[in-house]
Each structure stands twice: as C-alpha cells, then as structure tokens.
C-alpha cells in the first residue's frame, strides 16, 4: 500500500505540488500556473526511419512530435529534444508515402528515449529478376511488383544498352493489392550470342517505379563448370561411383573425360555421370566441361585415387635359422597394417598399424608364417598374405677341456663332430697351436690369468649359433719358489733352509758333495749339515695351491769354509770367556728378553727353533757390551718347547724355552 503527503504552496498565482514518499523523499512535482520560473521536465526523442517495402533508410522525413519538428538525414536517422515527459504522439510524412501515425509515444525525462518505424510507400515497388527460358533468338522477361494497394500497369524496357529503346506489356499487365507479384514477358527476334539488358517497372497513381538493371545473352556462351562432387579414394573393380556438377544456365551438353581403366556407364552428356573403376583402373583426374551453340564454358577437375585390391607382397628370408633376427616389408605408404606371426616368432620391433616392416625373431624350428593386410590409399582393404617362413634350428656348442690349468702348458679343447666351418678363438695369452677349423683343437698357454675359448660352427642345415659359445679358462701362474737361509756356513755346521709354506710336494737338493738333508726333506724346511768346504748349491721345488709347479727348482748359493777350532785362541767357550745368558722370563707366551753378560764388546745374533728344527725366529744383529737386554717376539708361535741359539764371532750358546699360553 502505498501513502503519499500533499503540500501546497501559494506564491502569486503558481501552486506548487509535491508528492513525498512514505519516508518523505520527494518522487514527483507538480505545477500549476504560468509563472516562468516554474520548471518543466523534458526528455529526447530519436529513431531510424525505413522504407516499409525496402527496408532502406528514409532521408528528408519529416517527424513532428508534441509540436516539435525533426527531419531524417541520410541515414534515416531523426533527433527531438526537449520533449515535454509524459505520452506524446508521434506523426511523419514524406513525398509518395503514406503518412505514418500518429503514433503514441512515453517520453521519460531526461532520457533518450527511442522510436523506429517504417513507412509505406504508395508508388509501386518493383523487382527485376532474371531472365529464363533464354534461347538463341526468345527469352522471357521476369519481375515482381507491389502495388502498394493501388491499381498498377506493369512493362519491360530492353535494349542492347541501359538506355534499352524497347518496351514490353507484362502478363499479367495490371496488378492490384499489397502483396508481391510476378509478372513476366515473353520477347522474339532477338540476335545470338548478343548481350540484352532489361528492367521491370511499374506505374500508378502514386508515381512510376523501376527495377534493378538485369542481363543476358540468347545462346551465350556457357560459363565454366563448378565443383564436381563424388569420392576421390574408390578401389579398382568399384562400380556405380556418380560424379556430378551444378547444372551450368544455357550449356546444351557436357563433355567428361575420365582417367584410364574407367568406364562411363550412364550421363556421358549430362551434368552427372555413373563410372566404374575398373581392375585395372589408374589414378587420375575427372574432367568435365559444358557446351552450347556458341562455344563451350571452363572445365572442372577432380583429383581421384585408385587402391589396389590385390593382395599385399611380402619380402624377406623365407629359410631363416632359429634364434635370428629377420625383416620383412610389404608395399608402402597405406594404412591400417596388419600383422600377424604363427607361435615360434617374436616381433622385435614394427608389426604396427602404421608400420610396412616388421623385425621377428624366430625362436622355435619349423614350418611357420607371417601374414600381412593393410588398407590401400584408395581406402581398399587388401586381402591377407600369408607368407610362409621354413625355421632351421641353430645349434649350441658345447667346449670340453681343462678350465683350470697351468701357465706354459698345452691343453686340448674339443666340440661336436660332423660340422663345418669351425671357428675357434681364443684370447690374449693363448696360441692355437693345431687343429684349426676341426672340431679339436690344441693351446698353448702363455701368461696367465683369466682367458676364453669360443667356437661356432655351422650345422647340417646351414645354421650357426646367433653368437659363439664362450668357455672360460683360468691359467694359473708357475710358482717361484725363495729360499732363506745362511749362505755362509763352518765345515761340519747344521745350517737350516726355509721356502714358502702352505705348498705340496717340497723337492729339496742339494749341489756339490758334502752335504746331507739330516731332516724336513719333504717339508718347507730342511736341515743340513755341510761335510766338505766349497761352493754348494740348495735347490727346492713344490707345488701350489693351484697344482702348478715351478718349471726349475729354485738355487740358493752356500759357501762352506773351515772355523777355528775351540782351542785355537780366536774361539772360546763361554765359560773361558766368562759370558752370562739368562732368559726371562720362562715359561712365556712367545715374548721373552735376552740379558747378556759380556765382558767385551761382541756381535750377536739370535735364532729360534722349534723341536722339528724349524727356524720359527731371527733377529737382526745386535752389539752386547756388558749387560745388554735384547727383547725377542715370537709372535704367536703354538706352546711348546723351542732353541734359543745366540751367535757371536767367539761362541755359539743355547738356551732352551717354555711357551705357553
């Protein structure tokens, strides 16, 4: 529900009103009286006038509005301003048309406020439109008129130029009402081949009207063929492919050529033709052309690609070995590949849609087969081909022989019999020494260290192995064996000689006469006592942990000479010497001291022994003056009793010992 409050307000004779809204906002005024201070509210007023028949824009219209007066300018466009606010009418008039309105308006204040209309025009509306049924001397003329409601005589004006010079009665030659209507003239004696210009027009009481300026030419040359229609990827044996082009105005025939292998069935002189592509059909171009009794019009072409329906070829090793790769290919550039192998083939790499190569390996021997179909670029799907494919089974040697022996020696390694084309390898550090391309071969090794032998060979049915086989072979190093000991000994001494322990067959000897092996003949160790002065020799042998044995013993020098006895003044016992030994301390666990008593300075040098005569310990010489310690390390000898045997350029002294642990 809406309230309003009235206020009046008397100055003069002007009564002022307003009308407040409930919260007192003022939303309207209103005056009475003609005081010019009273204000007025206005808005505009503007529009495109058209023509109702046309739809065109109307220039130099006249548009009134609550008095006020606008015209149209040459955009039909009009502009009032200052209307007063309220419902106006609207009113327009123009030459030849019927005046328009008046037409209620709502005018707000202070807004544009839009108004388009059209108006009717009372002269005739006319149309040309195209001549039809044109031949080599007739052709009718065509138009459409509006009388606009009143009574209309219609005609043709036509001439060799737009000033035409000749005027035809329409059929019908009178048209009333307010509708679109046709009306035609049918004209003779024209000249071939000659361009005719013509327009319609009508006359009432409202003016004269007249149509579009429109051409043509009696048994005119045709223009050129359109597109032509129709697939452009067939397969050779298609038939019923249609090939057609728009209609061509005044052509009398057409004339089409086709590529090679094709056949036109049906239309060979009309605007579509039935062809069939025949087996032997070959990509080209379709051609077509209209003709009339004054020359023929432009030709059209259409590109068309003939696919093969023959079955695809398929290229590649048909006798293959198993375990080989093998390519095969099929024609190019089509589409939709198919591959497929029988079980026994791997496909390594192609074999796709879009692939004409595929790469198999064939794993099993045996009849199999690889089969392809694809479609072509005619978009023809091929038969499949199926290729077949004999599978030899390659073989896999085998190499008997030692796989671990002994630099310097010869060994024979052997493979299947009944082959041919041996191939044998062997690496850096071996050489062939017989029986090259047999199956048994002879090497001898070297160096040593970690060698091959690989062989193949080529089978019965013509196949080798993808790769050779390969036998690892390790040659093992010839031992050096070294020898410790004195090598400057007294007539009658025992002397004791050491080589590498952790070995097999020890083989000791000696060289020059006067010296037995008293004990260790078969150990690492050996005892010797020298009988006779001179140069000697001792020489060991043994084999190592890998059965292998130097190929000559190993030679150690030993020089054997007379000492001086006891008795002569340069050798003393220890007591004529007043030497004092004691060890401590004993028992021990292999780490004990030396304490030396000597009276003058000496020279010494210790040795251990274990019971078996084996030198377990030797130091290093040593200077004793008076009471030296000389510590001594045994480092983790086995418990058990051992020699303590202290040598000086005067004296030889034993002392026996205690280890425990």
């Known amino acids: ?221 045709v223009g050129s063929a359109g597109p032509i229609s129709g697939p452009v990827n067939v397969c050779q044996g298609s038939y019923g492919l249609v090939y057609s082009i728009a209609p061509v105005l005044l052509a009398t025939g057409y004339v089409w050529t086709i590529p090679v292998g094709w056949t036109i069935t049906s239309g060979a002189i009309s605007p579509s033709v039935t062809v069939t592509a025949g087996p032997t059909a070959l990509s080209g171009y379709i051609c077509v052309y209209p003709t009339s009794s004054c020359g023929n019009g432009g030709s059209s072409q259409l590109m068309v690609t003939v696919g093969s329906g023959l079955p695809p070829t398929i290229s590649g090793n048909n006798n293959v070995c198993s375990r080989t790769l093998v390519t095969y290919t099929t024609q190019p550039g089509m589409a939709s590949y198919y591959w497929g192998v029988s079980p026994g083939g791997t496909v390594m790499s192609g074999g796709g849609i879009t692939d004409n190569t595929i790469t198999i390996s064939w794993t099993l021997a045996g009849s199999r087969y690889v089969k392809v179909s694809y479609v072509s670029s005619g978009g023809c799907s091929s038969p499949v081909t199926n290729y077949p494919v004999t599978v030899n089974l390659s073989p896999t040697p085998t190499i008997t022989g030692p796989v671990s022996l002994c630099n310097n020696t010869t060994a024979t390694y052997m493979t299947e019999a009944g082959m041919t084309n041996y191939i044998w390898m062997v690496s850096a550090g071996g050489v062939i020494t017989s029986g090259a391309g047999t199956r048994t071969i002879t090497v001898h090794w070297v160096s040593a260290g970690n060698k091959t032998i690989t062989v193949n060979y080529t089978n019965s049915s013509g196949c080798s192995a993808p790769s050779p086989v390969v036998k690892n072979v390790t040659v093992n190093a010839l031992p050096v064996p070294t020898i410790s000991g004195p090598t400057s000994v007294c007539l009658n001494a025992y002397a004791y000689y050491t080589t590498e322990a952790g070995m097999s067959n020890y083989t000791w000897t000696l060289g020059g006469s006067g010296g037995t092996i008293y ?45 001086p006895s006891p008795s002569s003044p340069t050798e003393k016992s220890a007591e004529i010497l007043n030497l004092n030994i004691t060890v401590f301390p004993d028992p021990n666990d292999g780490t004990f001291t030396l304490s030396l008593d000597f009276p003058e300075k000496q020279v010494c040098k210790a040795t251990v022994f274990n019971l078996t005569g084996v030198k377990v310990y030797e130091s290093e010489s040593f200077l004793v003056e008076g009471i030296t310690e000389q510590k001594i390390d045994l480092e983790n000898v086995p418990a058990g009793i051992y020699m303590v045997i202290i040598q000086s350029r005067e004296t030889c002294m034993t002392r026996k010992i205690l280890v425990v642990h």
């Open 1 to 221: 529900m809406r309230t309003f409050t009235v206020k009046f307000l008397v100055t003069s004779i002007i009564i002022l009103f307003s009308i407040l809204s409930a919260n007192g906002g003022e939303i309207r005024q209103m005056f009475m009286g003609d005081s010019p201070e009273s204000p007025l509210l206005t808005g505009t007023l503007t529009g495109t006038v058209t023509s109702c028949s046309t739809g065109n824009p109307m220039a130099g219209v006249s548009v009134a509005c609550a008095t006020l007066i606008a015209t149209t300018n040459a955009s039909g466009v009009y502009t009032i301003n200052n209307v007063p606010e309220g419902i106006q009418n609207v009113t327009a008039t123009s030459a030849g048309f019927l005046p328009y309105g008046p037409t209620p308006v709502t005018i707000i204040a202070n807004q544009v406020n839009v108004l388009n209309f059209c108006m009717t025009t009372l002269a005739p509306y006319v149309t040309t439109v195209a001549a039809s049924g044109v031949s080599s001397t007739t052709a009718t003329l065509n138009g459409v008129v509006n009388a606009n409601g009143a009574t209309t005589t219609v005609c043709f004006q036509y001439g060799l130029t737009v000033a035409y010079g000749t005027t035809a009665p329409g059929v019908p030659s009178v048209i009333t009402g307010s509708t679109p209507c046709p009306f035609s003239a049918n004209i003779v004696g024209l000249t071939p081949c000659t361009a005719y210009h013509y327009r319609a027009f009508g006359v009432n009481s409202y003016g004269t009207s007249y149509g579009n300026d429109v051409t043509f030419t009696p048994g005119s040359s």
């Open 519 to 563: 004990s260790g003949f078969n150990s690492r160790q050996i005892q010797v006592k020298w009988t006779a002065n001179g140069n000697k020799t001792v020489s060991v042998n043994y084999t190592n942990i890998n059965g292998c044995r130097a190929e000559s013993p190993s030679v150690y020098n030993v020089n054997v000479h007379t000492c």
